[in-house]
């Protein structure tokens, strides 16, 4: 059975911290993807990686990082966590180069609050 | 670029009515279209998917959607709502060079007793 597994289903952060939110898939797959998802707004893609220590910035980058070391591991860094990245987090990963016919398969989510 | 527009952020059906969900596809190449689920606090779900083979396309839980060039369209139909149906629906686009998939705003499901 495929998995796509988020370090934390809820977490809570203040304002100024450094946030890691760490996403791990067992698929052997080439590709991940980090989205924030906001009610009214649907799924935005923040960053995604085609390749170990490759990254690309997808629609809502500022103010996040990632790192891929590993081929099963994207990290999500929030550098200084403010109140407007108050949102439910979610890890995608695919196969295929490029992965556009591709599903993605999903975690379930980290819903972060920054106070 | 491509994108897609989801019609209508709620939709109410009776259990056992017909449940249609819409999504409009805008793509300057031939796209590929899917439908996730998302259910209360979980991830994403696939549905199914269209990639250029039959423009109807079967997917799990009774759902399918029909692809229609000529309308750009690609809606969602189940024929017969169930109270386990209740969830979000998204519908996303993407192009065959692309990596990744834009999402629509989504749908929410209630299916009343």
């Known amino acids: 059975d495929v998995k796509v597994t988020q370090s934390s289903r809820y977490l809570v952060k203040r304002t100024g911290e450094k946030v890691f939110l760490e996403c791990v898939q067992d698929?052997?797959?080439?590709?991940m993807f980090w989205y924030r998802q906001d009610p009214g707004l649907g799924l935005r893609l923040i960053y995604f990686s085609y390749d170990v220590k490759m990254k690309e910035k997808g629609d809502i980058p500022e103010g996040y990082s990632v790192s891929r070391e590993k081929k099963e591991r994207f990290s999500l860094i929030l550098e200084s966590a403010s109140t407007n990245q108050t949102s439910m987090y979610l890890c995608?990963?695919?196969?295929?180069?490029?992965?556009?016919?591709?599903?993605?398969?999903f975690g379930p989510g980290t819903r972060l609050t920054v106070t | 670029a491509q994108s897609v527009t989801q019609l209508g952020s709620h939709v109410s059906v009776s259990e056992g009515a017909l449940v249609l969900l819409r999504c409009n596809y805008s793509?300057?190449?031939?796209?590929?279209l899917f439908w996730y689920v998302q259910y209360p606090n979980q991830g994403l779900q696939l549905l199914l998917k269209y990639t250029s083979a039959a423009t109807l396309v079967k997917g799990i839980n009774g759902f399918e959607a029909e692809f229609k060039k000529s309308e750009t369209s690609f809606h969602l139909t189940k024929p017969s709502a169930h109270m386990s149906d209740a969830a979000e629906y998204f519908c996303a686009v993407s192009v065959n060079s692309g990596y990744a998939l834009n999402f629509g705003k989504g749908t929410s499901l209630l299916v009343t007793p």
């Open positions: 793509s300057s190449v031939p796209p590929y």
């Open positions: 698929m052997d797959h080439e590709n």
């Open positions: 995608a990963s695919s196969s295929g180069h490029p992965a556009g016919r591709e599903e993605q398969y």
